[in-house]
């Protein structure tokens, strides 16, 4: 099979796959479907960066994702979970700073330690 048809089997499996992965989430109950929304997220944002980027894998690296016996999204997620997250300590810090310059001067009551400060002292859980 020449590179162009590789391409398009790896973009139709990768189709399929988040196809799957939607109906899956469809068939939960809404407060379920709501915890699973940054999974969602990344799902969605995972195809549309391999899609992106499809063009650019060549022939070898093609049929070693179309071979694998496991789904290439659910597995890429996966190991995107075990990643240490740095998105909420720069949302914290961005966050904590726009309130204070809501509160024109900085005054403290915005309930955020400012940065380099331990922000577990506030006693508010990262989860939501």
């Given at each position: 099979m020449d590179e162009k048809g590789?391409?398009?089997l790896l973009l139709q499996r990768l189709h399929m796959e988040l196809l799957l992965f939607k109906d899956s989430m469809l068939r939960k109950e809404k407060e379920d479907i709501f915890k699973?929304?940054?999974k969602i997220e990344v799902y969605v944002d995972?195809?549309?960066v391999f899609v992106e980027?499809?063009?650019d894998l060549d022939e070898d690296t093609m049929r070693g994702l179309l071979n694998l016996n496991f789904g290439i999204l659910g597995s890429v997620y996966q190991k995107w979970m075990e990643r240490k997250d740095g998105f909420y300590d720069d949302l914290q810090d961005y966050a904590c700073?726009?309130?204070r310059n809501i509160s024109e001067m900085g005054r403290p009551g915005c309930g955020c330690a400012k940065e380099g400060e331990d922000d577990n002292a506030t006693g508010h859980d990262q989860a939501a």
């Amino acid at each position: 099979m020449d590179e162009k048809g590789l391409r398009e089997l790896l973009l139709q499996r990768l189709h399929m796959e988040l196809l799957l992965f939607k109906d899956s989430m469809l068939r939960k109950e809404k407060e379920d479907i709501f915890k699973d929304s940054y999974k969602i997220e990344v799902y969605v944002d995972l195809y549309e960066v391999f899609v992106e980027n499809a063009a650019d894998l060549d022939e070898d690296t093609m049929r070693g994702l179309l071979n694998l016996n496991f789904g290439i999204l659910g597995s890429v997620y996966q190991k995107w979970m075990e990643r240490k997250d740095g998105f909420y300590d720069d949302l914290q810090d961005y966050a904590c700073g726009e309130l204070r310059n809501i509160s024109e001067m900085g005054r403290p009551g915005c309930g955020c330690a400012k940065e380099g400060e331990d922000d577990n002292a506030t006693g508010h859980d990262q989860a939501a």
